[in-house]
């Protein structure tokens, strides 16, 4: 059986940092294996909430026990990813997180799986699933350590590997390129020069890191 990866992008945006970043992922794990299967997916395009609380996933004798069943364009989506081999997941920050919509999908991907029957696992996930998250941002590395997104990060990650059985892979990819034609834009509060050379010089190499990321995370 093919090992199937799962690239899950949290950005509105289809071929900026993020979506670039998940791109380059997915051709690691191709390099790294000719018969992978890669299925790469734009949350956006997708008409979802995050966990309404229905509770069929807890229901006594229930036929979703243990499975998130509410019927929108996620639920497919949600199985394949708990069946993964490797799951990556991008969002850039909004306002010191991950977008909402990686975090209603996030929501509906973990609940279902922990459970609260006493004497059992709570834990009732199919199968292990090796995940990373790439996160892009405006800010460089010392305002993000400042500003402690990668603190608020840690429960995302935590979920994940209490759920999943590993622990994340994390790439941070900082001052990012916001705009192509910044001249179009207010943002000249932003070192729009250093941010173009970044662009130029480190953002290829964050490339290369995504898609090592990708190449490692397929072979082990
Ligand atoms: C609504 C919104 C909120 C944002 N908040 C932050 C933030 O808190 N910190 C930051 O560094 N960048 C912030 N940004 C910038 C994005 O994180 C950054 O441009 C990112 O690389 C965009 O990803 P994309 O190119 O894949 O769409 C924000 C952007 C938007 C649109």
Redesign the pocket.
């Known amino acids: 059986m093919p090992k199937r990866v799962y690239i899950i992008?949290g950005?509105?945006?289809k071929n900026?940092?993020?979506?670039?970043?998940l791109h380059a992922f997915a051709d690691g794990a191709r390099e790294a294996d000719k018969e992978v299967e890669v299925t790469e997916t734009n949350l956006y395009d997708l008409h979802f909430t995050g966990c309404r609380e229905c509770y069929a996933c807890k229901l006594r004798g229930g036929k979703n026990y243990g499975h998130c069943g509410y019927p929108d364009e996620i639920t497919e989506l949600l199985h394949n990813v708990a069946h993964a081999d490797v799951v990556a997941f991008?969002?850039?920050?909004?306002?010191?997180?991950i977008t909402a919509q990686l975090r209603g999908f996030l929501e509906r991907l973990w609940y279902p799986f922990v459970q609260f029957k006493r004497g059992e696992p709570q834990i009732i996930a199919p199968k292990r699933v090796r995940t990373a998250f790439l996160i892009?941002?405006?800010?460089g590395e010392t305002?993000?350590r400042r500003?402690g997104?990668d603190a608020l990060l840690q429960p995302v990650l935590q979920w994940t590997e209490y759920v999943f059985g590993y622990k994340p892979q994390v790439q941070f990819?900082?001052d990012?390129?916001?705009y192509r034609d910044y001249n179009r834009y207010w943002a000249d509060a932003w070192n729009v020069e250093g941010k173009k050379i970044r662009h130029e010089h480190q953002f290829p190499l964050d490339l290369h890191t995504a898609r090592q990321l990708g190449h490692s995370m397929t072979t082990s």
Do not use: D, H, K
Not at 16 to 21: F, G, H, I, K, P
Not at 136 to 139: A, D, G, K, S
């Open positions: 992008n950005s509105p945006r900026y940092n993020t979506a670039q970043l991008g969002s850039p920050i909004y306002f010191s997180e892009t941002m405006n800010v305002a993000m500003s997104y990819c900082y990012t390129l916001q």
